[in-house]
Nanobody, 122 residues
Framework: EVQLVESGGGLVQPGGSLRLSCATS????????MSWARQAPGKGLEWVSS????????YYADFVKGRFTISTDNAKSTLYLQMNELKPEDTAVYYC???????????????WGQGTQVTVSS
């Protein structure tokens, strides 16, 4: 079965950086669309970023453009999210997902990881 395992979250000061990882198995990673989404306390799930390897396209929500970078290591079947210039409002549980949101032309999400907590605070 498809498995997605996030790691790399933690506590960081405003302006700091973190790199999240999502180790995957159970599907053909190199041609799959992959996404990151987050859920902040008291809020619903927010789409953050997606990558479509087969057409070399990346997509970002407006609130992370210029700060976050999505990438893959196909040899390791691993998805990454490099997060720079972190803000307190970035505090959330971050999830990786197989697929992409319909708002950018995707077909939706197929599977989700368990999430990793990111806390941005002084």
């Amino acid at each position: 079965e498809v498995q997605l395992v996030e790691s790399g979250g933690g506590l960081v000061q405003p302006g700091g950086s973190l790199r999240l990882s999502c180790a995957t198995s159970g599907f053909t990673f190199s041609t799959s669309a992959m996404s990151w989404a987050r859920q902040a306390p008291g809020k619903g799930l927010e789409w953050v970023s997606s990558i479509y390897n087969h057409i070399s396209n990346t997509y970002y929500a407006d609130f992370v453009k210029g700060r976050f970078t999505i990438s893959t290591d196909n040899a390791k079947s691993t998805l990454y999210l490099q997060m720079n210039e972190l803000k307190p409002e970035d505090t959330a549980v971050y999830y990786c997902a197989q697929g992409g949101p319909r708002e950018i032309g995707g077909t939706g999400y197929k599977s989700w990881g368990q999430g990793t907590q990111v806390t941005v605070s002084s």
